[in-house]
């Protein structure tokens, strides 16, 4: 107690010095924006019929999915009493914006992602439940569902669900991160937060986050493969990226500046804590480096012709600073609005533990979990087809 | 040496005794009072808290009385209710067009007074404000709890169901009072009940009761002959942060425009 009333400037009220969510909960919209965006991403082959994104639809796909199963964990672990967690979807308060949090996660996982994988593998997963051995015939026929009918017929059908599918699926992949924004943005107590512009910056930097994960992750996968990525499908992901980001840029600086121009009560406050506390992960890591940089980077390379493997270092470099900016983005909405006092006359400061149950251990172990369940699901349906081309995807 | 069969059994059964007699007095103590209100009836009355901020001398008895009576955690950082002092800076003649910032301090929420007088010299106007849940109307928090744990009852009071709450802390983000705090025993939220278990039998609230000026008095807005009709009437009321447009039902006399 005696640390964190050290930390303390100014005058907060009694029961503000402690921050109440941590970093597990920085994590909460960093997963789920990954998400969106990386099914985003894959709904442009199928809706749009963006051909070039072809080889990393499925890769897109099961991104999404490794990401969704571990998006609620941080929540989960966060809870005073997990074991009560059930009672959202038993008794839900219809009013609570975060009530819902249950039903369009479950909606956007099982009736969206999970059922577009299994029509995009079924007719593969029907034959290797003939083909493979061991564990894996057991799992392809379970995952057969019973159905093992595979005829043009039935793919064209097959085809047409997931398409259809896709196309609720965008609309489920807005709503689910645009929802997380409205979390935030609803909290009228919260200057730094009340805004009716959260959704959307949320949303677009959702975007921008997933298509920067499978960019990276196409490139590196395709190094372990030792297999040169196909170079059309990484600048057209590349130019995606850009445009997701400008608008998502674009919506920031339109907060920022009314921000600013309206200068309300809370400006004074908030425009310290931006110019001390939130310097660098604002400024510095969200701004500069998490967004101007990877912007000018993928114009630099749009505008100017490069070689392929001066555009792959750029996409790469490009990748892994959109992601560092967009985790940035998140940490500084999250910790950032409860770093000041809702008196607006004072600041806490935040102390993240390293082995604790909300601390900097099982962040990392949770970032890292998605990547392992990836792993795993590549391995039980391949995204690749390392035999001919790249694998189509859908028909 | 050993005792003897004898002394041992005496002293056995003692002891038993006295154990079951401290578990029973414990299950009692955990159970709290464990008759209902008798006659006690929701739909009429509607609570809320007059507080003249004059008559308040900073001297911490409601914050103590509220710790005992509600068993809340000592340390500095939950507090059902708690004492702020004001020291509000004369506008400097010669820099007019500076508006003066507020000191504002709360050590230990109040609970141990404000024993540095530190006055601050000519110019200066300085003053408690006691604070607590308003029990709004439209309470943020209660239109945030994801299964309805926090909740309105009919009689005005904002509860919580700590049996059901879920630690998600969402409510303490959405009050902008700053009114709530998670109880780091139950890991539930927690906050002023307005001494429910009191007023629910016709006594007031512990913090009204200890406060030495009557700068504290629980109200019954269904009452009409309570006197905080007269209070309202009387005098310049004003319910902290109006914007939030929250329906506070904790009115202030005397209130500062400093005071946030």
Known sequence: MHDILAGVQGFMYPNEIELQWSILIVLYPYLTGLVAGAFILASLVEVLDVHALKPTYRLALLTALAFLIVAPLPLQMHLGHPERSLSMYLTPHRESAMAMFGFVYLWYLMAVLVLEIWLDYRAQIVEWSKTATGWKRWAYKAMTLGVDEVTPRSREIDHKLQRFLTIIGIPSAFLLHGYVGFIFGSIKANPWWSTPLMPIVFLFSAIVSGIAMILLLYMVLSWFRQRAPDMRCLDVTASFLLAAFIVDFGLEMLDLIHRIYEADESFHALDFMVRTQLYLPHIVIQIMLGTIVPILLLGFVKLVKVSEAARKGAYAVAAVLTLIGIFAMRWNVVIGGQLFSKSFLGYTTYKMELVHREGLLPAILLMILPFVILWFLTRLLPPFDDHGAEAKGGL | ?260
């Not at chain 2, 009072?33 to 929701?42: F, I, K, S, V, W």
């Not at chain 2, 607590?132 to 309470?139: D, T, V």
């Not at chain 2, 030495?212 to 109200?219: D, E, K, M, S």
Request: glycine fraction near 8%; charged fraction near 25%.
């Open chain 2, 1 to 260: 040496m050993a005792p003897d069969r004898r002394e041992f059994l005496a002293q056995s059964g003692k002891l038993l005794v006295l154990t079951s007699l401290a578990s029973a007095a414990w299950e009692y103590v955990l159970a709290g009072t464990p008759e209902d209100a008798p006659g006690y009836r929701l739909d009429a009355h509607w609570w809320g808290m007059a507080i003249d901020i004059e008559r308040c001398i900073g001297c911490g008895n409601c914050v103590r009385a509220c710790k005992t009576e509600n068993d809340v955690p000592l340390e500095a950082a939950y507090f059902r209710t708690w004492v702020e002092r004001y020291r509000v800076p004369p506008i400097d003649p010669q820099h007019p067009q500076v508006e003066p910032n507020p000191e504002v301090d709360s050590p230990n929420g109040g609970y141990d007074g404000f024993p540095d007088k530190d006055p601050r010299g000519e110019g200066w106007k300085t003053f408690f404000v006691p604070k607590l849940c308003n029990h709004c109307a439209h309470s943020p928090c209660v239109q945030v709890c994801p299964i309805g744990a926090t909740f309105e009852s009919p009689d005005g009071v904002v509860l919580v169901d700590k049996k059901r709450c879920l630690g998600c802390r969402y409510c303490v983000q959405a009050c902008p009072y700053g009114c709530r705090f998670i109880d780091p025993r139950t890991h539930t939220a927690d906050k002023c009940t307005l001494c429910y278990h009191r007023i629910t039998r016709g006594l007031t609230t512990a913090c009204c009761e200890a406060c030495p000026t009557g700068a504290r008095l629980l109200v019954d807005l269904k009452n009409p002959n309570d006197p905080v009709h007269a209070f309202l009437k009387n005098n310049s009321i004003q319910v902290l942060k109006p914007n939030m447009a929250t329906g506070a039902k904790v009115y202030y006399r005397g209130l500062d425009g400093a005071v946030r």
